[in-house]
């Protein structure tokens, strides 16, 4: 089933950005891929495959130019192109397009990933030197351990340079053999100083995540669909008792959403963590100020 999309033209800010006095959104999960990749991504969520578990009805779809104007619309002013590979060889190819697509969308932070394969180091340490800011790794897709030998001088290069990695390490909607805190945890031991970025707060994983973001003074978290109601009724439910310490942990989360592969507006995102009753200033931090910080905007 295909849902009715929300067009550019109907598109605007939610009421929170006015209310705090944003400069806009700040989201550091957003998804650009090339159109032959995006349209088998979508008919993956269409299908409802095996590492996603149900019926994924996508709320947006569109060309880029109409993907892009509508994140505008909606007060997004900085976002990303975050792409991963699934197989070996393909991470470059990902990476050029996204490197176009960044010149060509000034709100674009420029995008990157990896994958463990030989050479991967240095096409790591090129793209960085080209002016890649952010890396998005997904290990459910990609099927391995981020403690793969043949990321070892990713990992160093990427440690060394502070570069954030956008990271899909917890087991939701679908655990596998590679997923869940513990690789992350020994990661991290290895390399104490990278600077990641666990999306989806690590869902289900979420005090063990907690846990690294409390302990390592670079490991950040993001919301992306994190107490959306959709997440929730797939197992994903943010448990009350952890909200003190993701106050606590205020200016190390960060606003993620997924767009566009999405089954609800945008807006949903927003009004599940203004719901949350952390106050104002984790709102605003969470909203802009954590990642313009990180990102040194």
């Known amino acids: 089933m295909v849902e009715e999309r929300a067009p550019a033209s109907v598109s605007k800010p939610p009421p929170l950005v006015d209310r705090l006095g944003l400069p806009g959104l700040f989201d550091v999960h957003t998804h650009f891929l090339p159109p032959r990749v995006a349209t088998k991504v979508r008919e993956q969520f269409d ?7 149900r019926p994924w009805p996508l709320h947006y779809r569109d060309t880029d130019e109409v993907l892009v104007a509508t994140l505008r619309g909606l007060g997004v002013r900085r976002f990303t192109a975050l792409s991963y ?4 060889g393909m991470a470059e190819f990902l990476n050029d397009w996204a ?3 960044s010149a060509r969308v000034p709100e674009a932070l420029p995008s990157a990933t990896f994958f463990p394969e030989p050479g991967a180091g240095e096409y790591v ?4 030197a080209d002016g890649a800011r952010v890396f998005k790794l997904h290990v459910q897709v990609g099927g391995f351990l981020v403690t793969d030998p043949l990321l070892d001088e990713v990992w160093g290069v990427l440690e060394e ?5 956008v990271l899909h ?6 655990g596998t053999a590679y997923t869940g805190p513990e690789p992350v945890a020994e990661l991290l031991r290895r390399h104490p100083r990278l600077t990641l970025v666990i999306a989806h707060l690590g869902a289900p994983e979420y005090a063990d995540f907690l846990a690294l973001a409390e302990t390592y003074e670079r490991v950040h ?6 107490f959306t109601d959709f997440f929730s009724a797939l197992g994903g439910e943010f448990p009350r008792e952890l909200l003190p310490r993701l106050a606590e ?3 190390k989360v960060l606003l993620g959403s997924d767009f566009p592969n999405i089954p609800y507006a945008y807006g949903h995102q927003i009004e599940v963590l203004e719901r949350l009753g952390l106050g104002d200033e984790w709102l605003r931090g969470v909203c802009w100020d954590n990642a313009a910080a990180l990102f040194g905007e």
């Open 99 to 101: 490197s176009g697509f």
């Open 169 to 174: 390490a917890g087991s939701g909607p679908v």
């Open 249 to 251: 942990l205020g200016p």
């Open 47 to 53: 299908r409802g495959g095996p590492l996603i578990g």
């Open 125 to 128: 340490a090129r793209r960085i």
């Open 85 to 88: 590979a699934h197989r070996p």
């Open 161 to 165: 340079a502070g570069t954030p990695v």
């Open 221 to 226: 978290l993001d919301t992306t669909m994190a």
